[in-house]
């Protein structure tokens, strides 16, 4: 190629290009700092569902808050995980998880309202045939979050009492909530247990965690097509071998024994 | 202006000529492959899964990191950023990473601002003037009839226009490369902007969405402003040092430094007037929290713009004044 048509094909190309990029750095100057002129987005309609349900196989979601993420797991499986590989095994079937929308911390009352506000929650809902869910923890157990604070604030009965009606009624909203999104799926709760046994003076802490456990027994009663899974005794003389170093979550094994009695309860 | 012109073809084909175009570009058609692939095998590894499952997922993970107490706060604004950011889209049901060659185009852009345009910018520009001195042409371009700073106006024009080169063959040619695995679609695909981050939250009042592909100009725009920052720069120091090689070491010291900055200075709060702080700026067009507090899209242009002026005076006065001949 010559000088010539070099020099005219790289000057015109850069040229045109300069505008071109003088022209965006304008426009986007103007949107930044005056954005009103744009018009709105037009909400897409939704989409029909593309993945027709199938019938074989689970599609779990979980839900709730720190023992469904696995928090205290060392490889990080938690007992959903270790359920799913358990639940394959014994079944043969397919399964999925199609996610695992635990938060640690989570309260039941802030669940419901998640599941109330939140339509990608219950989008999430409506694929699954089985729900695992584990809440009503940091509702009895409100001061265990802080990170010194075992035994600071051990359950007072008359506390104890007050915190356990509140957290059975939103235990209540919670599983109502489900049951409207997802009418068919099995639901599985998953019971708690009192991670402060081995204390003495906290010991007495497993009474309040009967009675959330069996009323919540009562609440999954009434729904139909759900169970519980109790895990309260795994944490009484096996303690140590089941929780981590938080005192408070299950180690990995203890997640292991959890998913053992889920399986148990789920699969022939 | 008319005895400008053949000047600023001379120069242009001087560049074209030591063919570090070519290199540029030969570069990019490696690199953007690589990159597509990358890509590629991220999204084949979660591909059963639901987009919308998958988005939920992601923001279920970043709401648990934000209840971890040993997670910084800058991280934990970030991140809050982010999970109100994927909420919009999964609210709008909208795909915000759909793989196709627009979108990919758009994040290439996107992550090769801080370092990798300028590193291109950076070959044309760090020798055009101490190249000249090192092979001895200089003495032949400034023993012509032509005023001092006539030839170093040449000599910036040429570099700008190579500047918008260089950004526009890196969009086109990660465009037509990607394409051939993602197909080249999305040009509408809508992609949201005007997020407001103040102090950890966002206001999504002014959030409006756009076309892609008018993202992506606008982004190249904004791209090509900071790009042109680290060409006068450049230039600068391209008239100030003998050696090419060390007016190159110099920029990429500066960017580097820059950019590392970025990511730990945000207690030390006068690193924000220093330019390479500020050269991320489709940070502001994609909502995401300004690396120092206080630091706003004009705060940002007028930075760059007041270090670009400096360094074109200072490149002028140096020019002109300086004995060239030895």
């Known amino acids: 190629m010559s000088s010539r048509k070099v020099w005219l094909a790289v000057g015109l190309v850069s040229l045109v290009s300069t505008l071109l990029l003088l022209a965006g750095f304008g426009y986007a100057v103007r949107d930044l700092l005056a954005p009103g002129a744009s018009t709105p987005f037009r909400t897409a309609e939704p989409e029909p569902e593309t993945s027709p349900v199938p019938a074989e196989g689970y599609r779990i979601v979980a839900l709730g808050d720190s023992l469904t993420k696995g928090t205290g797991d060392a490889t990080g499986e938690g007992y959903v995980k270790q359920a799913a590989a358990l639940i394959e095994e014994a079944s043969g079937e397919q399964v999925e998880i199609i996610n695992n929308l635990a938060i640690g911390g989570m309260r039941a009352d802030q669940l419901a309202e998640r599941l109330q506000a939140d339509k990608s929650f219950a989008r999430a809902l409506t694929q699954a045939n089985l729900i695992l869910l584990s809440i009503g923890g940091n509702d009895l157990f409100q001061f265990a979050r802080t990170e010194t604070g075992s035994g600071a604030a051990a359950i007072e009965p008359e506390l104890a009492a007050k915190r356990l009606e509140e957290g059975l009624g939103r235990l209540s909203d919670v599983v109502e909530r489900i049951r409207e999104v997802n009418p068919d799926a099995k639901l599985v709760y998953i019971g708690l247990y009192n991670p402060f046994y081995d204390i003495p003076e906290l010991r007495g802490g497993s009474l309040a965690v009967q009675d959330w456990n069996r009323e919540a027994y009562r609440i999954l009663n009434e729904q139909g097509n759900a169970i519980l899974v109790p895990t309260s005794d795994l944490f009484e003389e096996t303690i140590a071998f089941h929780l981590s170093s938080d005192h408070f979550h299950p180690n990995h094994a203890g997640y292991g024994k959890i998913a053992e009695r889920l399986v148990q309860s789920l699969v022939p | ?326």
């Open chain 2, 1 to 326: 202006m008319l005895n400008l012109l053949p000047l600023i073809q001379n120069e242009t084909l001087k560049v074209w000529k030591k063919k570090r175009f070519y290199v540029i570009v030969l570069i990019l058609v490696v690199l953007i492959p690589i990159f597509t692939y990358a890509q590629m095998k991220m999204a084949q590894s979660s591909e059963d899964k639901d987009w919308r499952s998958k988005l939920l997922q992601q923001i279920t993970d970043y709401q648990n990191a934000l209840s971890s107490d040993r997670i910084p706060e800058e991280w934990k604004t970030q991140r809050r950023v982010m999970v109100q950011q994927l909420q919009y889209y999964l609210d709008h049901d909208v795909n915000p990473n759909s793989p196709n060659a627009v979108t990919f185009t758009r994040g290439f852009l996107d992550n090769s601002i801080t370092l990798f345009i300028p590193l291109m910018v950076l070959a044309i520009a760090s020798d055009l003037v101490s190249g000249e001195r090192t092979t001895g042409t200089i003495k032949m371009l400034l023993t012509r009839p032509v005023r001092r700073w006539k030839v170093l106006l040449s000599k910036a024009v040429t570099l700008t226009l190579y500047v918008s080169l260089i950004i526009v063959t890196t969009a086109v040619l990660s465009y037509l490369l990607s394409g051939i695995f993602f197909g080249y679609h999305g040009w509408n695909q809508p992609v949201f902007t005007g997020f407001q981050v103040q102090g950890s939250a966002v206001d999504s009042s002014q959030v409006h969405a756009v076309p892609q592909w008018l993202y992506i100009l606008m982004q190249s725009g904004l791209i090509w402003f900071s790009a042109m920052t680290v060409a006068l720069l450049a230039l600068m120091v391209s008239v100030l040092v003998r050696s090419t090689a060390a007016s190159i070491v110099t920029m990429m010291a500066a960017i580097i430094a820059g950019t590392i900055l970025a990511n730990m200075a945000s207690s030390w709060h006068s690193a924000k007037y220093l330019f390479a702080v500020n050269l991320e700026l489709t940070n502001y067009l994609k909502g995401t929290p300004p690396p120092i507090e206080g630091m706003t899209l004009p705060f940002s242009l007028l930075i760059l713009a007041a270090w670009s002026a400096v360094s074109l005076i200072v490149s002028f006065v140096v020019f002109t004044k300086q004995d060239m001949m030895n």
